[in-house]
T-cell receptor, first 112, second 117 residues
Framework: SQQGEEDPQALSIQEGENATMNCSYK?????LQWYRQNSGRGLVHLIL?????REKHSGRLRVTLDTSKKSSSLLITASRAADTASYFC????????????FGTGTQLKVEL | GAVVSQHPSWVICKSGTSVKIECRSL??????MFWYRQFPKQSLMLMAT?????????EQGVEKDKFLINHASLTLSTLTVTSAHPEDSSFYIC?????????????FGAGSRLTVL
């Protein structure tokens, strides 16, 4: 079952602006991950944040995690047209099977 | 980095036929692979967990006899959609975890778009 809810469902911004996507989840986690999917393609792992971490950076990506609120955010700074894609959060509950539960996704469009 | 190859990338078949999709880990061993189904503009729905050398674990509501999964080696898992019907048309994606990477990060195949006429 999908436990992650993401908002907004769709986001359209101009190149150079920052894009923020939010993810909420329902159960305890070991870590939370963000993936990107270009249209009609598989997903690509972007960044992982562990449950004992509050913020993590990778290039133009900044991820925050608030376990008390069961929420995470992904910030893409200085967006580019090439950032246009769908972004999914995924939670790792740490149970057997290594299953990740994916959120509903945010469709980001960066316009020139 | 880890690479997962998925074939075919698209397939069109007639109703009632069976279609096989392959998922290969190219440079790592994957004891576990996952199969997902994705509808347009929706999230991934986990169908089953494919375990090397043992039976797949299916999610609730997924028909085992409809979606046959075989994981015969550490680098190959196959999904066979049997007696396909138009409602089986979808985007199917596999993923694998590099066990020795130390983190539960998945590497995805590029997906297979199935169209059943």
């Amino acid at each position: 079952s999908q436990q992650g809810e993401e908002d907004p469902q769709a986001l359209s911004i101009q190149e150079g602006e920052n894009a923020t996507m939010n993810c909420s989840y329902k159960t305890s986690i070991n870590n939370l991950q963000w993936y990107r999917q270009n249209s009609g393609r598989g997903l690509v792992h972007l960044i992982l944040i562990r449950s004992n971490e509050r913020e993590k950076h990778s290039g133009r990506l900044r991820v925050t995690l608030d376990t008390s609120k069961k929420s995470s955010s992904l910030l893409i700074t200085a967006s580019r047209a090439a950032d246009t894609a769908s972004y999914f959060c995924a939670t790792d509950g740490g149970g057997g099977g290594n299953k990740l539960t994916f959120g509903t996704g945010t469709q980001l469009k960066v316009e020139l | 980095g880890a690479v997962v190859s998925q074939h075919p990338s698209w397939v069109i078949c007639k109703s009632g036929t069976s279609v096989k999709i392959e998922c290969r880990s190219l440079d790592f061993q994957a004891t576990t692979m996952f199969w997902y189904r994705q509808f347009p503009k929706q999230s991934l729905m986990l169908m089953a967990t494919s375990n090397e050398g043992s039976k797949a674990t299916y999610e609730q509501g997924v028909e085992k006899d409809k979606f046959l999964i075989n994981h015969a080696s550490l680098t190959l898992s196959t999904l066979t959609v049997t007696s396909a019907h138009p409602e089986d048309s979808s985007f199917y994606i596999c993923s694998a975890r590099d066990y020795f990477s130390g983190a539960n990060v998945l590497t995805f195949g590029a997906g297979s778009r199935l169209t059943v006429l």
